[in-house]
């Protein structure tokens, strides 16, 4: 992926793959997806899967991420990072480039391989 696509910092690809040891998703790759809804905002999710055909892997820190093409523009510039969302409690956020208006969205945990078989790979609270 060029520097201006999708990316994952340390913490959260840290978290992701101790997410994947514990489950039965060791080994496996994280799929991003996100995509437009009518009032215009963006709703990201993520979850273990296999590589498909029109995927573009990259990888951080040990983690390999998948994003399909129809994900792709949307994700352009955003950052997967894992926060404190509130007192003690951390999460999974999107932070979208700073030139799109909006906050944060959390996605939750890393939902099983077969959330995203659809492509839509469920959606966050924004």
Known sequence: MSD???????TAASEILAAAARSD???????VAARQVADGSIEYGMGFD????????????GLTVL???????????????YVEVGPGRF??????????AGTACQSGAPK??????SGGCGSCGA
């Open 4 to 10: 201006t696509m999708f990316s994952v910092t340390t």
């Open 25 to 31: 998703a060791a080994g496996m790759a994280l799929r």
């Open 50 to 61: 296999e590589q498909r055909e029109d995927d573009e892997p990259a990888a951080f820190d």
């Open 67 to 81: 994003v399909g093409s129809p994900s792709r523009p949307l994700l352009a510039g955003t950052v997967l990072d």
């Open 91 to 100: 999460d999974f956020v999107f932070i979208p480039p700073p030139d799109d």
């Open 112 to 117: 099983a391989r077969d959330a995203c078989s």
